[in-house]
């Protein structure tokens, strides 16, 4: 059923793209000066319900279509005390996400840009955390996360190579996973509002 939705998402936003569209924009001698469309590649970092949040780097490949990829890696480990021995605390963490997400200008000026998107993200979230005090206690949770969604992107340029976007959008997700001593299954599935900004430095 996720799949399903998902690939509904999707379908939907290619759809979207494919349809023939008028660009709204002002004189061509003026949107080429454009920072955000003369230079093709930028990279930075950003933070998105629809595709992702870590590091990005981005690639416009036509006219009117960008191309993004977003990822990040984090890993956290705690240990304190003597191993066998009460007030013992071991805790790890690992989290990482990878996203990408494709853009359709609709609209162009001379300093900014309004473009159509749509994107998915995946991400997983291990959390392990075991105290001895006279008792065990052992608290862990493993999350796997599906996230897509369409959205309306508005990057503006400003200055010294610099640009920043603000993301709007509606997402699906869909989030299964173990937590407890006992890893207990559970699933979750929710729409919502799907929000993002970020950074970028163009080249």
């Known amino acids: 059923m996720k799949k399903l ?9 290619l759809t979207l793209f494919a349809q023939e569209q008028v660009i709204k924009e002002y004189p ?9 469309v003369t230079k093709k ?17 981005q690639r416009r ?18 240990t304190k005390g003597y191993k066998d021995s009460t007030n013992y605390e071991d805790s790890k963490e690992i989290l990482y996400d990878y996203g990408f997400e494709l853009q359709r200008d609709v609209f162009k ?11 998915i993200y995946f991400s997983r979230e291990e959390n392990k955390n075991k105290q001895e005090d006279y008792y065990i206690y052992d608290e ?6 599906i996230v ?10 400003v200055k010294k190579a610099l ?12 989030t299964e996973g173990k937590e407890g001593n006992e890893e207990i299954p559970f699933t979750e599935n929710k729409t919502q509002l799907g929000l993002g900004v970020g950074l970028s430095y163009l080249f």
Request: aromatic share 16%; hydrophobic share 40%.
């Open 28 to 36: 061509l001698e003026i949107t080429k000066q454009n920072p955000l």
């Open 140 to 145: 862990n949770l493993t999350e796997d996360k």
């Open 163 to 174: 640009s920043v976007n603000f993301d709007f959008g509606y997402v699906f997700d869909n």
């Open 5 to 13: 939705i998902i690939i509904v998402f999707l379908l939907g936003s």
């Open 61 to 78: 490949f036509a006219d009117n279509y960008t191309l993004k990829f977003t990822g990040l890696i984090h890993y956290s480990e705690y």
């Open 109 to 119: 000026t001379d300093g900014m840009r309004v473009s159509v998107l749509g994107g």
């Open 148 to 157: 897509g969604g369409i959205g309306v992107s508005l990057e503006f340029y």
């Open 41 to 57: 590649n930028s990279i930075g970092i950003r933070y998105s319900g629809i595709s992702g949040y870590g590091l990005s780097m």
